[in-house]
């Protein structure tokens, strides 16, 4: 997350925004709540960073900012949920990689429903252009999100084998 949230969407040089796909993750690996917060604190001090000394635009810094800990917490909480199901069987990684879908949907929903709605930024908000909105950036934080998670479930398959392995060894 330290590294990718300056850019939201990438170019050349920088990988794209990381960070729902780290609280994702951070909910199906570290599980713990006080490290929930911790991930929160460090996303809302590298906002704030990156809008103070890196020149990123503070747009969106509204009132709606106030719901990415909800947004976040679907994230979080739908891999702790699913943590107790993760092996190493290709239909656990397909299963963790289905639940990451659906909370990424929910936590970009939250995000992008309350900044529509709460944020000030439109000045005759409706359905159809809140759906308009939803349909053209969706996807693309939804995609970004479900291809880190994909190469972390990969890496995780490949460390599951490789201990299996080592394990065999160690027995024969």
């Known amino acids: 997350m330290v590294t990718t949230r300056f850019k939201h969407f ?4 920088h990988l794209p925004d990381a960070s ?57 909480y739908g ?9 190493g069987s290709w239909r656990s990684l397909l299963g963790a990689f289905g639940v990451a879908f659906v909370c990424a949907v929910l936590c970009f929903a939250i995000s992008n429903g309350s900044f529509y709605w709460l944020g000030g930024r439109y000045a005759h908000p409706h359905m159809a252009e809140y759906l308009q909105r939803l349909w053209q950036w969706g996807p693309l934080f939804v995609r970004t999100t479900l291809s880190y998670v994909a190469v972390a479930l990969l890496l995780h398959a490949v460390l599951q084998r490789l201990a299996g392995a080592g394990a065999a060894q160690v027995r024969a």
């Open 10 to 13: 990438g170019d050349a040089l």
């Open 20 to 76: 729902m796909a780290v609280f994702f993750l951070g909910g199906l690996y570290l599980r713990r709540h006080l490290v929930f917060g911790f991930f929160l604190v460090l996303a809302v001090v590298l906002d704030e960073v990156s809008i103070h000394y890196a020149g990123i635009s503070d747009f969106c810094m509204t009132a709606a900012y106030a719901f990415l800990p909800l947004a976040y917490a679907a994230l979080w």
């Open 79 to 87: 891999g702790r949920l699913y943590a107790q199901e993760l092996t």
